[in-house]
C-alpha cells in the first residue's frame, strides 16, 4: 500500500511538471526578416540560406560582416532586434526557457561565440534576462548549436502584470575577431518553451488526488 502511493504521487509529480510544457516558434526566418533588423554597424543581413544553419522551415537567415570592416568584430551590444508586440509580452510571462539555433564556420570569430538575450519592454525597459551575464557560448566549428536562456518566475511575473505593454527580443553578440572571409552566422528557430498552466496542473493535481482516494477505499 504505501510502495504504491508513493509511485502514484510520483508519477503524479511528473506528469505535473512535464505534461502541459510546449514550444512555441516565434521566428524563423522564412526569406523574410520579418521585422527582424541588424544593429551593429560592423554587420549586415546577408540574406537568407537553404543549405546552411536550417533547422525550421525552409530558411535560414545569414549576418555577416560589411564590406568595409576592417577588424571590427561583434562588440556586445545590441545585435538582432525584433519587432515589438503584446504578443511578445504574453510569451515572456509563460517563458520558461527561450532558444536559439545558430551555425557559424570553424575558426571565425576569433573562435569564440558568445551571446545574451535581452528585452525592450514599453513599460520595464530594456535590460538582459540574466544581467548581461552572456551564459549562451560556443565554439564556431561548422555545426549547429543550440544557444539556450533561462526565464525566472520574477521575470515572468513582471511581464504578466503588464499585459497590455509591447515587448522585443534583441539578441546581443560577442567575440573574436578573425577575416572578413569568416566573420559570417546564421540563425533560425527562435523559440519558448513555456511553463506549465496552472490550469493544467490543477487539474492534474485533483485527478492524482482521485487516484490517491481510490487506491485508499479499494485497500
Do not use: C
Request: hydrophobic share 40%.
Amino acid at each position: 500500500m504505501k510502495k504504491s502511493l508513493v509511485l502514484m504521487t510520483g508519477m503524479a509529480a511528473f506528469l505535473m511538471q512535464h505534461a502541459s510544457a510546449q514550444t512555441v516558434l516565434v521566428e524563423s526566418w522564412e526569406n523574410t526578416t520579418d521585422g527582424w533588423g541588424v544593429n551593429q554597424t560592423a554587420f549586415q543581413s546577408d540574406g537568407f540560406s537553404t543549405t546552411i544553419g536550417v533547422t525550421q522551415g525552409s530558411y535560414s537567415w545569414e549576418i555577416g560582416a560589411v564590406s568595409t570592416n576592417t577588424g571590427v568584430g561583434p562588440n556586445y551590444a545590441n545585435m538582432l532586434g525584433g519587432p515589438a508586440s503584446v504578443n511578445n509580452t504574453t510569451l515572456f510571462a509563460n517563458a520558461a526557457t527561450v532558444s536559439l539555433d545558430v551555425w557559424a564556420p570553424a575558426g571565425s570569430f576569433g573562435g569564440y561565440f558568445q551571446a545574451d538575450l535581452a528585452y525592450n519592454n514599453s513599460v520595464l525597459g530594456y535590460n538582459s534576462v540574466d544581467g548581461y551575464s552572456y551564459p549562451a557560448a560556443f565554439t564556431p566549428d561548422g555545426n549547429e548549436h543550440t544557444l539556450t536562456f533561462t526565464i525566472s518566475p520574477t521575470l515572468n511575473a513582471s511581464f504578466a502584470a503588464n499585459p497590455t505593454s509591447t515587448t522585443s527580443f534583441n539578441i546581443q553578440i560577442g567575440g573574436g575577431f578573425t577575416s572578413q572571409a569568416t566573420e559570417v552566422f546564421y540563425v533560425d528557430n527562435l523559440r519558448v518553451t513555456e511553463v506549465p498552466e496552472p490550469t493544467t496542473l490543477g487539474v492534474l493535481g485533483l485527478g492524482a488526488a482521485g487516484l490517491l482516494a481510490f487506491r485508499r477505499r479499494k485497500s
